[in-house]
């Protein structure tokens, strides 16, 4: 079974708590003189109201960005059975029914929740001190927002399992829904492509935070023989920088900025290019707005150290052309198995760009706004999510060729059809 954890959404919560009847007592329960049911009930409510702002259809995957909404899901998902039982799992959607006269089942999930939010986050480890080895000649996948085990996420994973030429297998971050152990375990690593003989990386992301990180501190990176939450791969040519944007959410800290600044000129002294990989982005794809995450680094962004960066957080996946000051290009590939709403183009006023691709996607021009340049993002519909095809993005992931000095980038769809194909070095 490739999702053993159901889907947990708003409309699956009020549902077994009774429709919006029920919701309208649990509302009452927030003035009660009992002062942890009370808390239970607030609690329980403003986590109903972001996975509400946050749901499509409910029978469909959705997370906000939300760290109690997510403690809920995931409390919900692993103890359905503790918490009332299933009425019923369907394409793994889950449908829980509560006894709202008992309310106990409400201080039972404030346990839950309190258990994931109050479990603090893993020490931050030591910088890399030394590089890993890749070949000159080698290729890296790359996968974000892929830790659902649902939609487009496992038929990625085979095509790079079937594919199995690749020096190294990049995760740009988050497990579904907190990333707990048991979601790390059954989201996460039960579909991993392990290629033989390729090395496994994961970047930190804000969903792994809510449940403090620890889990994927103490069960990937030793899995992934990862030492830190930031990696150093290396050949003659290239540096590849994995970054640790979500310890600091969307932010970093000094002595990850040292360890980046140093690194960076080591490289350009040896006559290296750079790639930066971080979950979080340099830039809005929808606004242009740069963000936080470039402020402490600028010094080298505009001294041309870096000469790409590949993020994930923004559920779509957009190709950008150089940054006019900093000429690195960039890259979001955050598509790769959490279904998204599908960008509004239209509104945008983003022109289509050549021919339809595989799954009946187009690419669609980003202009240039501000310092942040122009691109491509992809659109169309998701074939992996039956039923809501056409409201959901395309999945896919991509593919990083090291030639030398060269660089090729390929975005691919789930069954690995190729649908862009760029040099860039």
Same mark, same amino acid.
């Given at each position: 079974?490739?999702? =053993?954890? &159901?889907?947990? !959404?708003?409309?699956?919560?009020?549902?077994?708590?009774? *429709?919006?009847?029920?919701?309208?007592?649990?509302?009452?329960?927030?003035?009660?003189?009992?002062?942890?049911?009370?808390?239970?009930?607030?609690?329980?409510?403003?986590?109903?109201?972001?996975?509400?702002?946050?749901?499509?259809?409910?029978?469909?995957?959705?997370?906000?960005?939300?760290?109690?909404?997510?403690?809920?899901?995931?409390?919900?998902?692993?103890?359905?059975?503790?918490?009332?039982?299933?009425?019923?799992?369907?394409?793994?959607?889950?449908?829980?029914? /509560?006894?709202?006269?008992?309310?106990? @089942?409400?201080?039972?999930?404030?346990?839950?929740?309190?258990?994931?939010? !109050?479990?603090?986050?893993?020490?931050?480890? &030591?910088?890399?001190?030394?590089?890993?080895?890749? =070949?000159?000649?080698?290729?890296?996948?790359?996968?974000?927002?892929?830790?659902?085990?649902?939609?487009?996420? =496992?038929?990625?994973?085979?095509?790079?399992?079937?594919?199995?030429? /690749?020096?190294?297998?990049?995760?740009?971050?988050?497990?579904?829904?907190?990333?707990?152990?048991?979601?790390?375990?059954?989201?996460?690593?039960?579909? @991993?492509? /392990?290629?033989? *003989?390729?090395?496994?990386?994961?970047?930190?992301? !804000?969903?792994?935070?809510?449940?403090?990180?620890? &889990?994927?501190?103490?069960?990937?990176? &030793?899995?992934?023989?990862?030492?830190?939450?930031? /990696? @150093?791969?290396? !050949?003659?040519? @290239?540096?590849l920088l994995g970054l640790d944007s979500a310890y600091d959410e969307g932010r970093l800290g000094p002595l990850q900025v040292q360890w980046v600044t140093r690194t960076a000129l080591h490289a350009r002294a040896a006559g290296k290019q750079i790639l930066l990989f971080s979950h979080h982005p340099p830039w809005r794809t929808d606004t242009g707005e740069t963000l936080p995450l470039t402020t402490p680094i600028v010094h080298v962004l505009e001294r041309g150290l870096v000469a790409g960066w590949y993020w994930g957080h923004e559920h779509l996946c957009a190709l950008f052309d150089p940054h006019p000051i900093w000429h690195m290009w960039g890259s979001c590939i955050a598509h790769s198995g959490f279904p998204y709403v599908r960008p509004d183009v239209a509104s945008s006023g983003w022109q289509q760009a050549g021919e339809v691709v595989a799954d009946d996607s187009t690419w669609h021009r980003i202009p240039m706004r501000g310092q942040t340049p122009a691109g491509l993002v992809l659109d169309g519909p998701n074939r992996w999510v039956p039923g809501h095809e056409s409201d959901f993005g395309p999945n896919g992931y991509a593919v990083l060729e090291l030639d030398g000095p060269h660089l090729r980038e390929l975005v691919l769809s789930p069954d690995g059809t190729v649908v862009h194909d760029r040099t860039l070095a």
């Open positions: 079974m490739r999702n =053993p954890l &159901p889907v947990v !959404n708003y409309g699956q919560v009020v549902d077994g708590l009774g *429709g919006h009847r029920g919701v309208e007592q649990l509302s009452a329960h927030r003035d009660a003189d009992d002062l942890e049911i009370a808390t239970a009930a607030t609690t329980i409510h403003q986590a109903l109201e972001a996975l509400k702002a946050a749901e499509v259809h409910a029978d469909v995957m959705s997370s906000p960005d939300d760290r109690v909404a997510a403690a809920l899901q995931t409390a919900l998902a692993e103890h359905a059975q503790a918490l009332g039982g299933p009425a019923g799992v369907v394409e793994g959607v889950l449908a829980v029914k /509560f006894d709202r006269h008992d309310l106990g @089942w409400m201080r039972a999930i404030l346990g839950a929740i309190k258990e994931r939010l !109050n479990i603090g986050r893993f020490d931050f480890l &030591p910088s890399p001190t030394a590089a890993t080895s890749l =070949p000159d000649t080698t290729r890296v996948a790359l996968l974000g927002d892929w830790g659902t085990n649902l939609y487009g996420a =496992p038929h990625c994973a085979d095509a790079i399992q079937s594919d199995g030429q /690749f020096g190294a297998v990049v995760h740009l971050g988050d497990v579904y829904y907190s990333g707990s152990a048991t979601e790390i375990h059954e989201r996460f690593l039960a579909e @991993w492509p /392990f290629v033989p *003989g390729a090395l496994n990386r994961a970047c930190n992301s !804000n969903h792994e935070m809510y449940s403090g990180g620890k &889990p994927y501190a103490e069960i990937t990176l &030793p899995r992934f023989h990862q030492d830190s939450s930031l /990696f @150093w791969l290396e !050949n003659t040519h @290239w540096v």
